[in-house]
C-alpha cells in the first residue's frame, strides 16, 4: 500500500477587492431612495415666536398649508405648487382619502405662515378647511417646547 503524505490545506483568505463597490453601491442606493424634505418651499416666511408651543405626535397624520411671500405677494403653497384658497378644500379632501382611515379622522392641518401674512388670506384658508371638514388646526411657530406630560 501506498500511503501519501497529507498535505496541509489552508483556507484562502477573504478576497476584500470588490467590498468598496459594495459598499459605494448601498450608499447610492440610500442616497436615492432617501429624501429629506418632500415639499420644495416656493414660498418665503418666517415663523412666528410662540409661548404656549407643543410638538405634533403622529406627523403622518398632518398636511400642511404654506402662506408666505413669492415676489412682493404673499400666496399658498399646496405640496409642491402655489394655488389659490379655493383651492384647499380640494386639496385637504384628496390628502384625507391617501391617508389610512384611522389617520384621515385624526387629520390635523398645520398651517405655517408667515409672521406678516394677511389676516383675510388666513381667512379665507380657515373658511375653505371649514367646508372640507377639517376642524383640527394648528399655527406652526418658533419658541420652547411645552412638555404634554406636564
Do not use: C, W
Request: glycine share 4%; proline share 4%.
Amino acid at each position: 500500500m501506498m500511503f501519501r503524505k497529507q498535505e496541509k490545506k489552508e483556507i484562502p483568505g477573504l478576497n476584500t477587492a470588490a467590498l468598496p463597490d459594495l459598499i459605494f453601491t448601498v450608499l447610492f442606493f440610500f442616497m436615492i431612495v432617501t429624501h429629506m424634505r418632500s415639499v420644495p418651499l416656493k414660498v418665503k416666511y418666517q415663523v412666528p415666536a410662540g409661548t404656549e408651543i407643543t410638538k405634533l405626535v403622529k406627523k403622518s397624520t398632518v398636511t400642511y398649508i404654506y402662506i408666505g411671500k413669492v415676489g412682493g405677494d404673499y400666496r399658498i403653497q399646496l405640496n409642491d405648487k402655489l394655488a389659490t384658497a379655493a383651492e384647499v378644500e380640494d386639496y385637504v379632501k384628496a390628502e384625507r382619502g391617501r391617508m389610512l382611515p384611522e389617520d384621515a379622522r385624526r387629520q390635523i392641518i398645520s398651517i405655517r405662515a408667515d409672521r406678516s401674512a394677511p389676516m383675510h388670506l388666513i381667512t379665507e384658508v380657515k373658511q375653505a378647511l371649514r367646508r372640507a371638514k377639517a376642524y383640527r388646526i394648528n399655527y406652526s411657530a418658533t419658541g420652547a417646547v411645552k412638555d404634554e406630560t406636564e
